[in-house]
């Protein structure tokens, strides 16, 4: 059996010297925005930055193998328990086989807990960290070169310049082409339970269709848009070939203002208009994609045969944008910097302020946002190219003497959504969840993870810990204070 530990990744070493390091993780700890403010006058070395760099890089190692040991000790428990089950089953009574029923519920949910935060939440944290750190390092020059193509008007020669033109303009032949790959696509995720049921709130859905048909009229799109909202808490949009595109619930909660949603709409229009779905959906079929999607949602749930629709609302903050193939949404790095910049020309061209979109892009990647934008991450990965050309793009648009920010009718839309959440949370509060067929369980003890808290906190590397003092011996008491579950008997103190 696995041990905590046992796959040798080491507790990261610290380079950069104490004194440094604790302002330098407050520094990484700060907004994409702040950065692109206080960078200049940040002074790291280049020895510094690449400690720092390599630091982090092991420190995500070291979080990761935690949360794969931690998985795998939770995966044996539960083994055991539902052997010990089919062995006994005979001569349990009542009382106790419902207490073996909620062991194994319990270790199940710890299990798929540990694996998501070793597969994605941790992972994110730390990219995003990583994103900022070349901020740090690389965004002074690349500001000052920002400002001399601006000054010698080079700036007219970058991809896609011509925004005046915007409407008139061949971003790619042959949008309509893709309507039949959205359709059949839609058809197959309702036939496959993988599409969340649609928000019923006229007022909810009519302000969003309005503001996606606002911008696409201003943008280079030539199929019609059908904007559909989802009633799902999961923080995310996507836009399927064809011009289908989905916002869920939850984005519509994480967004401030009406520039951030057209920011975000923006950017998946641009995944349309440049068929970025069809480029990287060539060789596959909506049917192998789909099934994929199946296929990812079964891993996650270990609890027998339960519809993916159900699991992508269990699953909290995952869901069916969490699911769905990258290609099928277009996602690679190359076609996220196009569709960052088809978007907020969109957004700008339609009145609204193009910094929507990296301000939205910047409240994710907040720590609470690793967590419960784990969806939002995944179909829009973070890194240093994407904030700097967004930024970059933001300088050489025309700038225009007044953006929309704010409506009224998005505070009225925010104060009826309001009311479709608490029904929903209600509604989920009460629904039996086929995850946990055993009602009536004790509560099943402390999650890893307390929502709001840095992810990073999880390891106690050193960077949470008060270095002058730090040993492991420090960090072992911080980690059995942090109240983590004994798992299986295992021993979870870092060696
Ligand atoms: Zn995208």
Redesign the pocket.
Known sequence: MQTAGSRNEAMPKVLVRPKVFGGFQQDLRKSYLELFEISPSLKYTPEQIDSMRDYLKSAKDYCVGRFKDRATSWENRLQSAEDRLKQITSELTEPRRHKMHCTIQNDRKFKTDAQLLADHSIPLAYENRLAKLDLIEKWPADYQQAKQELADGSYHDRRWADVEDIGFRQIEPGQQDDIRTGEETIKQMKQSGLMPKELDNRTVVDYVNSVGQRVASRSDLRVPLHVTVLNSKEINA?ALPGGYLFVERGLLEATDDESELAGVMG??I??VVAR?GHKLMRRATIESVLTRAGEAAASMATGGAVGIGAYAVQIGFYGVGFLLDLNL???SRE??LQ??QL?MQYAWNSGYDPRGFIRFFDKMASSKGYVEGGSWFK??PPFYERMVDSEREHMFLPGKPKYIVQTTAFEKMKKELAKVTATAKNEERQRPSSMAPERGCPAAGKTDYKPGEPVENLCSPPETTRLKHFSYRTAIARTSKSGYAKVGGSNHEIR
Do not use: I, Q, S
């Open positions: 996507f950017h998946e641009g995944h970025h949404l277009g996602v076609y996220e569709a960052d978007g179909d829009h």
